[in-house]
Every structure is written in structure tokens, then in C-alpha cells.
């Protein structure tokens, strides 16, 4: 007797299971900080969005080059 006569039938197809999963995407603090610069800086210039970027960078680089106790 195979297992899969014992009566059991799979609830989900393959192609249910792809259609109700959706896309997630995980951002790390530090993408989810460079964000947040960006945006300041797109809103307070007339950057665009790849120079607010980099921008933003180098920002967030000399930020967290000051040492803790002093921030």
C-alpha cells in the first residue's frame, strides 16, 4: 500500500502557494537610515535621487565616524 492511498490529499497546489505569497523585502537599520537621510535631502535640496544618495552616504559614513559618547 503507498502512503498516498491512506486517503490523505495534499490542501495545496503548488501554484496556490505561489499565487498568495507576496514579495518581502527586508531592509537592514542601515538601509532603513540611508533612506531616511535621503529623503531629508531630496526634500530640503534640488538633488536628485541618485545625488541625494550619495550624498546620503557619505553623510551616514561621517556620522557614524563620530565616536559614541560624543554623538
Do not use: F, W
Not at 1 to 28: F, H, V, W, Y
Not at 41 to 47: E, V, W, Y
Amino acid at each position: 500500500m503507498d502512503i498516498e492511498q491512506l486517503g490523505s490529499e495534499r490542501t495545496c497546489s503548488a501554484a496556490k502557494d505561489n499565487t498568495m505569497a507576496s514579495p518581502t523585502t527586508l531592509r537592514t537599520p542601515y538601509e532603513n537610515r540611508l533612506n531616511l537621510v535621503k529623503t531629508t535631502i531630496i526634500a530640503h535640496s534640488k538633488l536628485d535621487d541618485e545625488a541625494a544618495n550619495l550624498l546620503a552616504i557619505e553623510v551616514l559614513h561621517v556620522l557614524n565616524s563620530i565616536p559614541e559618547k560624543v554623538r
